[in-house]
């Protein structure tokens, strides 16, 4: 469910209408529903209300300040996989003891800025990160509470560039090499193991991937206990999917994903995190654009937005599917036409749909692209010389500018000239 409906022609983001935030902010622009956040966030939370846990909101889906403090607020960790995410996370008022870093590729340097700060634990990858935070460490005179992230090799069924549990993914040490593993973890000073940790994708829409990971993630928890280890913390990862159109495919709600978990490890006594990002960000934002021309081909007509793949990048890296519909309501029964969606940027790439039905738009006319909230614009950059699309959070009939869109001036003003020239 989200809060993005037609109402009186018109389709509004909570109890404004889209159309009047374009006339305020201009196109492209991202658009946040408050009341999706928090409804998301707290199905979460309430699906794991059988037994201690954390929900940690992955920064990396949705990383603006404005709504890491909104879902902070509202008692969610954080998951975050960098120093800058780390740092952003801080800066929403987030305390330490509420945030996890992961990531593959922790540089020292990020450690020491997370152990300065606080962390509630460390999710390690690989020994070679080991032995790396243990040093870091000992010289910060500090004790670290770790977990490691074991790869499972379990087949997600999901797009290979968002898989991370099979053996041929970069994340994490072979569950059969953890005893070895977790032997070196507390052998290390300035390390203190406290639990596991796996992830093993993005946009699953299938619960039993997660049954047969959370199967080996309760055998291995006996396993290490027996081995002298205090696991008392399950990382569970996050990764639930979300339905991108409108067709039958429903993917699993979060009490269904809270009631498996319950069921697989929740008679082992541990407190269990998750790291849920797309669900809770991703139907909570839209990204509104204007149609800029409507182009008759040869065999095919396109409409051109102003929106563009440096903006939304995921239909051209992974041939994502996001519903596009008009921000004017449709007049029920109306006829459709078949068109490319295509942005500006020169690329062929830049194409957003292929043979889309859609009701007759024109130039000018404003257009949403839905369940974009997530990997929308932690993604976007500037190629072509394009500004950074604004975002815009919205609350009851009253919205605010959480990052303005910079100026051709400012972005011109970041280069510099060397002495030679």
């Not at 989200?2 to 109890?15: I, N």
């Not at 409804?39 to 990396?60: M, S």
């Not at 039958?248 to 009490?255: H, I, S």
């Not at 929106?307 to 992974?318: E, F, H, S, V």
Request: charge should be negative.
């Amino acid at each position: 469910m989200d809060h993005f409906l037609y109402r009186d022609g018109q389709l509004m983001a909570e109890d404004v209408p889209l159309r009047e935030i374009a006339e305020a902010v201009g196109t492209p622009a991202y658009v946040y529903s408050t009341a999706t956040l928090l409804r998301h966030y707290r199905l979460f939370d309430e699906a794991l209300a059988w037994g201690p846990h954390l929900v940690c909101f992955a920064v990396k889906s949705l990383s603006n300040v404005a709504i890491l403090t909104l879902l902070g607020r509202e008692g969610a960790g954080m998951d975050v996989v960098s120093a800058g995410e780390y740092l952003r996370a801080k800066a929403a008022g987030v305390p330490g003891e509420r945030i996890v870093f992961s990531g593959v590729g922790k540089t020292r340097e990020e450690m020491r800025i997370v152990l300065e700060g606080g962390v509630r634990q460390v999710n390690l990858e690989s020994e070679p990160e080991m032995a790396a935070l243990s040093e870091v460490a000992v010289s910060m005179g500090v004790e670290v509470p770790v977990t490691v992230r074991v790869n499972p090799d379990v087949d997600a069924k999901t797009h290979a560039k968002i898989a991370t549990g099979k053996s041929e993914n970069k994340f994490g040490v072979p569950i059969s090499r953890a005893v070895e593993v977790y032997a070196e973890a507390a052998a290390l000073p300035g390390l203190r193991v406290v639990g596991i940790d796996v992830h093993i994708g993005s946009q699953l829409t299938d619960l039993a991937p997660f049954e047969a990971v959370y199967a080996k993630v309760a055998d291995l928890t006996g396993v290490l206990r027996a081995e002298g280890h205090a696991i008392e913390r399950l990382d569970l990862g996050g990764g639930l999917g979300i339905p991108y159109t409108r067709s039958n495919e429903v993917p699993p709600l979060p009490r269904d994903y809270g009631a498996l978990i319950e069921r697989t490890v929740g008679h082992l006594g541990c407190e269990v995190e998750i790291e849920p990002g797309r669900l809770i960000s991703g139907n909570a934002g839209v990204l509104l654009s204007r149609v800029i021309y409507v182009k008759t081909g040869e065999d095919r007509d396109f409409l051109i937005l102003d929106g563009a793949m440096n903006d939304l990048i995921r239909p051209a890296m992974y041939d994502a599917w996001h519903d596009i519909v008009p921000v004017a309501e449709p007049v029920a029964g109306a006829p459709t036409r078949a068109f490319d969606i295509v942005g500006p940027v020169c690329e062929t790439g830049d194409t957003f749909a292929r043979g889309r039905e859609m009701p007759e738009v024109g130039e000018g006319d404003l257009v949403a692209f839905r369940s974009a909230g997530a990997y929308g614009a932690v993604m976007a950059s500037e190629y072509n010389s394009r500004p950074l699309v604004p975002e815009v959070l919205v609350d009851g009939d009253h919205f605010a500018v959480i990052r303005r869109r910079p100026t051709i001036d400012e972005m011109i003003a970041r280069d510099s000239l060397p002495p030679w020239l």
